[in-house]
């Protein structure tokens, strides 16, 4: 799922969108993304990457949250300088889908 900022880390609407994540889904993965990837300068989006797991009443699945930062020191353009698969080799290098337990910090 990919989610600009301003609905991810604001009250009201993106705290009910958070809780609901945690509460159905096991949010293990978010991928920040630099600003003018997918609309235009300014524009900060994040990829999320969950399980969905069932419901249970007061129990919030996601534990651990990694948070993988691609906006340091990274400047994309639409036009001028897309972001290209060898820009996110790093990040699928350190994802781990088969044990993300195993996922080490990375420069």
Do not use: S
Request: charged letters at 30%; a neutral charge; aromatic letters at 12%.
């Amino acid at each position: 799922m990919v989610l600009p900022d301003n609905v991810l880390f604001e009250d009201n609407t993106g705290r009910r969108l958070r809780t609901w994540l945690m509460d159905l889904c096991d949010l293990h993965t978010v991928l920040r993304l630099p600003t003018g990837i997918f609309y235009a300068q300014g524009v900060k989006a994040n990829v999320l990457f969950f399980d969905r797991k069932p419901a249970q009443e007061g129990h919030h699945w996601t534990e651990k949250l990694w948070v993988y930062d691609l906006r340091t020191n990274m400047h994309f353009t639409l036009k001028t300088r897309p972001l290209k698969f060898d820009d996110l080799r790093d990040f699928i290098a350190c994802y781990h889908p088969e044990n993300r337990h195993d996922r080490r910090a990375t420069e």
